[in-house]
């Protein structure tokens, strides 16, 4: 596990959207694994404006996302599939048929599980993308999650929808639930990138990090990914 410590979130987001950048020009057909939250807004921010100057192009590119609320459809505003339109897809050249979110309204959300599962199996990503769950869970793999979960329905734990409530009117409106990628299809990645920003970080990067590789800490199980680069700012890294 390789870790960056930078001075602050621009300066993250600019690593970041490099390395992506860097991987897309290397293989214009390549997979990306996305993530949503906060934390990588700024990195999609550049990579739009990357592309809007001709830099670079996401024409071949195809991309699935980590997860999706349980409930919520995709013109939901607080559904991820319309935190990637707004965020990037809609100002990049990407094929949006090239573009895979779970379903959260699946009339079958077992079957969405598998189909998504079976979707990953044969669409092996070249980077993914992740943040960092306060309690640190990776893509809704709460603490305890096992390491050899697939795809599934998982239940977001209280500190979870604690930290997702300023993005909704109320903390009642957040969903209790989630399709997520499991732990086993994250690490099939061949390249990930993992971002951390803000104090309330500091000890889940801790525990990724230096700590032992242990279910407690989802994102522990990193330590054992042949190509992983953490990028924290400095508060994040606080305890490292």
Not at 42 to 55: D, I, N, T, V, W
Not at 182 to 187: E, M, N, R, T, V
């Amino acid at each position: 596990m390789k870790v960056i410590v930078v001075e602050n979130y621009a300066e993250l987001s600019k690593i970041a959207a490099e390395m992506i950048a860097e991987a897309v020009t290397a293989n214009p057909n390549a997979t990306l694994g996305l993530a949503t939250g906060s934390t990588p807004i700024g990195c999609y921010k550049l990579l739009a404006e990357f592309c809007q100057s001709k830099r670079i192009s996401f024409a071949g590119i195809k991309t699935v996302n980590l997860d999706e609320y349980v409930g919520l459809g995709k013109n939901d505003v607080n559904s991820y599939a319309y935190f990637m339109r707004s965020k990037l897809f809609d100002h990049i050249d990407i094929d949006l048929n090239n573009t895979a979110i779970p379903n959260g309204c699946a009339e079958d959300i077992v079957q969405e599980c598998l189909s998504y599962e079976h979707m990953l199996s044969v669409l092996p990503r070249d980077v993914q993308i992740l943040g960092l769950g306060s309690n640190g869970h990776i893509g809704f793999n709460e603490p305890y999650t096992p390491f050899d979960c697939s795809t599934h329905i998982a239940e977001l734990s209280s500190n979870t929808i604690a930290d997702n409530s300023r993005l909704f009117e109320n903390s009642d409106d957040v969903p209790r639930k989630a399709i997520t990628m499991g732990i086993s299809d994250i690490l099939q990645a061949r390249k990930i990138i993992l971002l951390a920003s803000g104090a309330n970080k500091a000890q889940a990067v801790y525990d990724m990090v230096k700590g032992k590789v242990s279910p407690k800490c989802p994102a522990s199980v990193l330590q054992q990914h042949c190509d992983c680069t953490v990028i924290a700012d400095k508060s994040a890294a606080a305890l490292l």
